[in-house]
């Protein structure tokens, strides 16, 4: 393999699982994350272990301009990108009246703003050379209303919205789009947002497993891809559509609750 890829939110969870199946593949990466100690020990590991080419970028993509510098070094670099993996994404727990702003108002920055322009700035030069992959880390949050992360899980509605939009439009091309969409996963994420103390979390699969389903989904060029839900996750999922939507609330609220 030849092709490059550019994972956000790299330094750790599904996004260095990823860096790790991709490089392992022999293809080169340009890893995108904030903590540049993490990136540095990834990309010399990859580097060493596999003997492919990684770069990386330190920033933190919710700063003003952080997208466009990012853009712009790898354009400096004469870089082709030809996976564009939006892994990068945080969620956070609690009533959302009672929660800092500061932190909602990142979250979607993150989860959505940052999201779609590395989509837009991107997907151009893909379609201009009529080839290219995009795979947009959604969640099966996106799915539902999350009482107790209403904000996240609404940042995620719009991940797969948008990604699965974007996926009809280019239609005609050989450009696609994916959405990951997982349940409940081994990352930072749950220490993170608090949600490792709920009954969500109790049963959660590897970040490695995930990784796994999303980029052999991406490579196939799939609308999404479900992965890492329980077999009583999924048999709730399956019955979402056609359950009262005032019972999914409460019952997603008891499940984010923290015990």
Partial sequence: MNKTALITGASSGIGKEIARIHAKRGGKLVLVARREAKLQELAQQLNSKFGVQVDYIVQDLTATEAVQRVYSEVQEKGITIDYLINNAGFGGHGKFHEREWENDAAMIQLNIVVLTQLTRLFLPNMLQRNDGKILNVSSTASLIPGPLQAVYFATKAYVTSFSNAIYEELHDSKV????LLPGATETEFGAISGMDKTELFKRSASAQSVAKDGYN??????L???????????????????TPK???????RKMQEIK
């Fill in 217 to 222: 989904g991406m490579l196939e060029g799939k």
């Fill in 176 to 179: 696609t789009v994916t959405a």
């Fill in 246 to 252: 005032k019972l999914i609330l409460k019952q997603i």
């Fill in 224 to 242: 999404n891809v479900i992965s890492g839900l329980t077999l009583d996750q999924k048999i709730m999922m399956a019955f979402t559509p056609f």
